[in-house]
């Protein structure tokens, strides 16, 4: 009855969901309405970086409820969470990058970070790159170089230029009429692509000749899943502004877009209220934030990424995974084809281990779990996933 009722009253996003009936959720594993385990090798698309109902996070919420939870739009009150957390993530952060806007997902986050670089500069042109992702709302689709999920959309907004991801030679594209180069970090919805040959240190170099705002997307990338707390932390580059979300709040919905002090004061006045938002910086939201970025940064669970990624790549060898793209627990097997690739996620549905796809690249498989995850749980998974490409056999999938 249930299911029913998620396909008749509930809006859906695909013909097809996977239609897991969920009871509860703990660590690494997602438990259906009979008490099966399902080993979560998603992490809800990146968003529960410390696992399901981390006692930490789950606390903090629960103590912060019982204080106050909205009280007044944003910016307006001093509420302790949101200041603490702001404050916290400055100290982790380059000095540039020290004042954040709290709002409530990473699509949020990049329309205000898009307004900034704007009201900053006085520029127009938006520069993006082809088959990148940065959320669905009509200014972060307008990034979207893909055009089959965008033209049903259209009119989009105007004056957006498209360059490729590592390619040196569209850096001249980049321009004195540039506002914002908005790039993801390490591509998502491409395949996890990261950036080759000194590539992001190039876009930042190009940006500060022409005086355009570099806007790094982190929001599937950041809080520690690359091993880093964010993955430009890698790549000797640090953007104007950082647009973070997902895996901040172990699950609850936030995002938040990071600049200078002086740039941020551009949204204060002329006019004021330039970005407002009434559920931003919620505190029970950032009661969250701020224990799952104490908890990122207190214990070994990021350097430990790395080691966890080196298993992952040991375990996953198989004559159908042709490559394994991305950095720490940000991870695409690549398939022989998207034959083998759906194959893969249906029957890992049916046998208790999540796995999903990715937007644009067809015969890649997500693999991002929980920052928490055990070696135990990796090796269960991937002997889950060596058994189910072992049983595949041409035209599996109808």
């Known amino acids: 009855m249930q ?24 660590g690494s594993y997602i438990y259906d309405q009979d008490g099966n385990p399902h ?19 789950v606390e903090a919420i ?25 404050k916290l993530l400055a100290s982790h952060l380059p000095k540039k990058l020290e004042t954040t806007y709290l709002v409530n997902s990473g699509t949020e986050a990049m329309e205000g970070a898009l307004k900034l670089a704007r009201r900053h500069t006085g520029r127009s042109q938006i520069i993006a790159a082809n ?26 907004m105007p004056d957006i230029r498209f360059i490729d991801f590592n390619s040196e030679e569209d850096l001249q594209k980049i321009t ?6 908005v790039l993801e970090t390490i591509q998502g919805g491409a395949g996890f692509i990261l950036p080759q040959n000194g590539y992001l240190e190039k876009v930042r170099k190009r940006c500060d000749e022409v005086g355009a705002m570099l806007i790094l997307d982190e929001i599937q990338p950041g809080f520690g899943r690359t091993g880093k707390l964010f993955a430009f932390q890698h790549f000797n580059c640090v953007p104007d502004i950082l647009v973070i979300g997902k895996g901040m709040a172990s699950g609850l919905p936030v995002g938040a877009f990071v600049a200078s002090k002086e740039m941020m004061a551009d949204l204060q006045d002329h006019p004021k209220f330039g970005h407002i938002t009434t559920f931003g910086g919620n505190p029970v939201i950032a009661a969250a934030s701020l224990a799952t970025l104490r908890e990122l940064t207190e ?59 990715l937007l644009f690249e067809s015969k890649a498989v997500r693999i991002s779990p ?26 599996a999938v109808n």
């Open 370 to 395: 929980p920052l928490t995850i055990s070696m135990k749980e990796i090796e269960e998974g991937c002997d889950k996933i060596l058994a189910i490409l072992n049983s595949y056999k041409p035209g």
């Open 39 to 57: 080993l979560d090798f998603v992490a809800g698309v990146s968003a529960c970086g410390l696992g399901h109902c981390h006692p930490r996070v």
């Open 299 to 357: 214990t070994e669970l990021i350097p430990q990424t790395l080691e966890k990624e080196k298993h992952f790549r040991k375990l996953l060898v198989h004559p159908l995974i042709k490559e394994i793209r991305g950095k720490g627990l940000m991870l695409a097997p690549i398939m022989e084809s998207k034959e083998v690739t759906d194959y893969l996620v249906l029957e890992a549905a049916k046998k208790g281990l999540i796995l999903f796809w």
């Open 131 to 156: 088959r990148a992702y940065h959320g669905n709302t009509t200014g972060s689709l307008s990034l979207m170089g893909f055009e089959e999920r965008k033209s049903a959309f259209r009119p989009l």
């Open 62 to 86: 629960k103590t912060q409820v019982d204080q106050y939870m909205h009280v007044m739009v944003y910016g307006e009150y001093v509420q302790q969470p949101a200041v603490e957390f702001a």
């Open 176 to 181: 004195e009429k540039t506002a914002g180069v």
């Open 3 to 26: 299911k029913e009722d998620f396909f008749t009253y509930q809006a859906q996003t695909s013909p097809h969901p996977l239609g897991l009936e969920v009871s509860r959720a703990k």
